[in-house]
């Protein structure tokens, strides 16, 4: 299935954009964790049919398409322009910790709409949400 932005699945990304320069040169440009290769793997396995309806017809393009992780390596890497300077609002924080985060803040603001009716019901229900969301805690 084809989806609006399956880059926004991928958890290590924090930040992804496609643009045309002129007519004829299509930029990407993402922030992500972890090292090159993952990443390239990561689209490879993920969303190889969105990467090659996307990319599919640019010039040098791996004949067997993104599926093919180590020819999309390959070409992705004589395409690659490094850059010295980017700009991260979270230098220290992955993906999956700013996301896991922001659902712990969601859980949090919903447990503190119910008052607490007396000391051991609060106790409880504090029990429980420590408990459904232990694995948004670093």
Known sequence: TFRINPISEMRTV???RLAMYGSDKLIFASI???DWRQYVQDFSVRIPFQMDKVW???VGWP???AADTD???AYLESCRVPTDVFYSA???VTAKDILA???LGRALWSFTKEPPADAESFRARFNAFIGANQRLLP
């Open 90 to 92: 979270y230098m220290d």
């Open 32 to 34: 992500f964790d972890g």
């Open 63 to 65: 004949a067997k398409g």
């Open 56 to 58: 599919g017809h640019c």
């Open 101 to 103: 985060s922001y659902a």
């Open 14 to 16: 924090h930040f992804a």
């Open 71 to 73: 020819a999309l390596l």
